[in-house]
């Protein structure tokens, strides 16, 4: 084939097919584009896919709290450190996305509180017939299908095109090949880079190369390069690398019981944290912990109490110890991950004696999850245990844009025709984050990321 054949002209070139991409593109043909989705694992969906989906929000039926108190938890959730502009753009664009996505088949049933939240302001889908998140991908790929966007997948975007300080276009890697596509805007939306070991060793503390990722495989931070070859400033990297929930080492599983109610031992067997708090803040104490190691300690009647959370249904198929009785679970934490079985005892032992007696407990926990959710003792059989290290679902830094989502440079200026959304962008989280604002992220700025991008002219 000659290199004439391989070229692709379109208005709207996008690179990632998550929610930040396919949002972006069914915007952006509704607009009035040509669109593009390239995608480079051979199934769409990236961290998206993988996630629960909660998907912090207001104004909406489910939750009609209003736009300035999610802003006011948002920053303070933000640790007051962050691109604010961003910050406001998601709250007044919180409720037309939440109609957007219920016109396109995706339906919320309920909210749901976390930590930093002080309303329930995360939707949660049904997850019934899929996970929250693969329900996303799904109905926004078939929304983008039906309005003529071509999503190509196992083509993996490998350099921006430029000529005169304008993007032009992206090309591409696919079957063994090159395919150039020309586009009057390209948009970013390739995810984060929690896979990406060279980023994590240029912008990561001391540490946080022991952070075990446990999102999609095209997380490598293709997109933070390809944005940083043409000048692009980045946002917040540094803060950004952190630990968020426990990962299950052996099968690389996520798995979050301590918010149905397990508690957390480090190797001594003593708890160090408070379970209740957000995850990312567990899993920097963690981090501190002897082998960086953890286990979440529970019974039959918390286990059947996560099974029915949506964590619980997306947070699947890691590996479990059941034992018939909390002494022979602690024997085998021993023996198989070198545990101190005694410290596993009495720690549940005086968890339940805390919780029976109303005294006060070791870490202030009061609740399942931040403030809701009632505790209950770790005391009918079997009992389980799942064996953790600090891992991550995202992170926070990124590539500078501004609120029209068009890239930056390191001089502050737009990079015409390169736009951004998603976890590939810093600087609405900053510093922290609040859960449900990343899924919401990629869904709300990658809406307004189609809208400008099918509106740009070169
Ligand atoms: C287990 C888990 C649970 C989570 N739960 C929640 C939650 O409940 N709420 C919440 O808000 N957030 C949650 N998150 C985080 C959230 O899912 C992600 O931050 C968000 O979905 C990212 O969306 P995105 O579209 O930016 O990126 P992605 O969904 O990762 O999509 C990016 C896509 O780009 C592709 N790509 C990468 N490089 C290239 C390239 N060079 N060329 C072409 N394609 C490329 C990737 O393969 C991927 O498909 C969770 C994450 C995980 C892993």
Not at 79 to 106: K, M, P
Not at 389 to 410: E, I, Q, S, W
Not at 412 to 433: C, D, K, Q, S
């Amino acid at each position: 084939m000659s290199s004439a054949e391989r070229r692709i002209e379109t208005d709207v070139a996008i690179i990632g097919a998550g929610a930040a991409g396919l949002m972006a593109a069914v915007e952006a043909a509704d607009a009035g584009a040509s669109v593009v989705v390239i995608e480079s694992e051979d199934e769409t969906g990236g961290s998206t896919r993988l996630s629960g989906a909660y998907v912090a929000l207001c104004e909406t039926p489910l939750q009609p709290g209003g736009r300035e108190e999610l802003l006011a938890d948002l920053l303070h959730s933000h640790h007051e450190d962050c691109q604010e502009d961003l910050s406001r753009l998601y709250v007044d664009e919180a409720a037309a996305t939440f109609r957007r996505l219920e016109a396109l088949g995706v339906t919320f049933v309920r909210t749901f509180q976390f930590a930093h939240m002080s309303k329930p302001w995360a939707h949660e889908l049904s997850g019934e017939d899929m996970g929250g998140g693969a329900e996303i991908v799904t109905r926004l790929e078939a929304a983008a299908r039906a309005r003529g966007v071509r999503i190509m997948t196992s083509a993996r975007a490998r350099r921006l095109l430029e000529g005169d300080g304008v993007v032009t276009g992206v090309l591409v890697d696919h079957a063994g090949g090159e395919l150039r596509y020309d586009a009057r805007a390209v948009v970013i939306a390739s995810g984060g880079f929690t896979r990406g070991r060279d980023f994590i060793r240029n912008f990561g503390r001391p540490g946080a190369e022991h952070i075990l990722p446990m999102t999609g495989q095209g997380s490598r931070g293709d997109g933070l390069r390809l944005g940083m070859a043409m000048g692009a400033a980045v946002s917040y990297m540094t803060a950004g690398v952190a630990p968020t929930a426990p990962i299950e080492p052996e099968t690389g599983k996520g798995a979050m019981a301590i918010y149905a109610g397990a508690i957390a031992v480090n190797r001594e067997g003593r708890r160090f944290c408070r379970e209740s708090d957000l995850y990312s803040d567990v899993c920097w104490a963690a981090l501190a912990q002897p082998g960086a190691m953890f286990a979440q300690i529970y019974d039959r009647a918390i286990r059947e109490r996560y099974a029915e959370t949506m964590m619980g249904k997306v947070l699947t198929g890691y590996r479990e110890i059941e034992a018939p009785t909390l002494t022979a679970l602690a024997q085998r934490l021993e023996s198989e991950f070198g545990f101190d079985a005694a410290g596993v005892e009495e720690s549940v032992a005086r968890y339940n004696d805390q919780l029976a007696q109303g005294t006060p407990d070791d870490f202030g926990r009061t609740h399942l999850v931040g403030e809701s959710g009632e505790r209950r003792p770790i005391a009918q059989g079997p009992f389980y245990a799942v064996s953790c290290r600090p891992g991550t679902t995202h992170f926070n830094g990124g590539l500078a844009v501004d609120v029209a989502m068009n890239v930056r440079t390191v001089f502050g200026e737009p990079i015409r025709g390169l736009y951004a959304a998603g976890e590939v962008t810093g600087g609405f989280h900053g510093a922290g984050y609040m859960s449900g604002t990343f899924v919401g992220m990629a869904l709300i700025f990658g809406r307004v990321a189609g809208r400008c991008a099918a509106r740009a002219q070169q």
